[in-house]
């Protein structure tokens, strides 16, 4: 008999492609991200008999930050993993893993962090990444093992940041964000499915950077990205216009982090996109 999973976030572009692909080789519920915010014996009964449990709820950290949108990032993350932890803890039988979501937006920029990495940014979004991952741990006193994501830009044409700068480009209006030497780190989609097919199919549990083996920045993704278009990448996006439009909310794109899956490479798998020229030519036909 198929393995049960059950998918919180399934509407998302990284929920909806392992929901297509994890239905190969196991069975799926899908689980609405509402029920993490009402009464926890309700999540734990839609829960109840899953082996498996991804995790992939969040409010959307792009654009215009004010207090409301950033509780709204903090609480879509911290607040629904302490229910969902809840919920496990009323399960009458415990799945045998968590997969919670997480980002590479914790590590700071500068150096190449791998899953040891204690180099951690001082801003907002280090915070909820780091606060998110603790709420996340307390799973373990149920006998539940957790395996944490920290996912770089998912890299699609079916949606996603990809999906927009793809159009930017094309029309030719592309170009650098600040000075461009920010940290990117990213994957393919591709990637992403095979990885967590990979995760709840072995022992495997701890942190994964879901990341591309080769980082870039954004000066190289833009220029190479443009080219693959055959598009020009003469635009210069300053620093303070993006400030000025997004306040806070900026950092997510003026800085960066290089991030390597020393896990995943340890583990032997294999990436589709092992560079930034590879995962374009997958994605540009």
């Known amino acids: 008999m198929k393995k049960l999973v059950g998918i919180i976030g399934a509407g998302g572009l990284i929920g909806s492609e392992l929901v297509k692909y994890l239905s190969k080789d196991f069975q799926v519920r899908i689980v ?43 609480a879509s993350r911290i607040d629904t993993t302490k229910n969902l932890v809840k919920a496990v803890g009323l399960m009458k039988k415990k799945p045998i893993k968590l997969l919670n979501a997480s980002a590479v937006g914790l590590y700071a920029d500068g150096l190449i962090c791998d899953e040891t990495s204690l180099h951690f ?29 920290r996912f770089g830009v998912v890299l699609s044409n079916s949606g996603g940041a990809f999906k927009i700068l793809r159009k930017i480009f094309w029309l030719g209006i592309g170009g650098v964000i600040g000075n461009g030497k920010q940290g990117f780190s990213f994957i393919l989609i591709d990637d992403v499915v095979r990885i967590v097919h990979r995760i709840i199919s072995t022992d495997a549990d701890g942190i994964f950077n879901v990341v591309c083996p080769q980082p870039s920045t954004n000066s190289e993704f833009s220029h190479k990205l443009a080219s693959s278009l055959n598009r020009p990448c003469v635009f210069k996006i300053p620093s303070f216009v993006l400030r000025l439009v997004l306040r806070e909310g900026s ?17 032997g798998y294999q990436f589709i996109g092992n560079n930034l020229k590879e995962c374009l030519n997958n994605l540009v036909k």
């Open 121 to 149: 940014a001082n801003n907002y979004l280090a915070k909820v990444v780091i606060d998110w991952e603790k709420e996340a741990y307390d799973v373990l006193k149920f006998g539940t093992k957790l395996c944490i994501l």
């Open 32 to 74: 609405k991200s509402s029920m993490l915010y009402g009464d926890t014996d309700k999540l734990a009964i839609s829960l109840e008999g899953t082996d498996f449990i991804i995790n992939l709820a969040g409010f959307p950290i792009a654009g215009r930050w004010n207090r409301k949108v950033k509780n709204l990032i903090y």
């Open 251 to 267: 950092s997510t794109l003026l800085v960066g982090q290089k991030v390597i899956p020393a896990r995943l490479h340890s583990e």
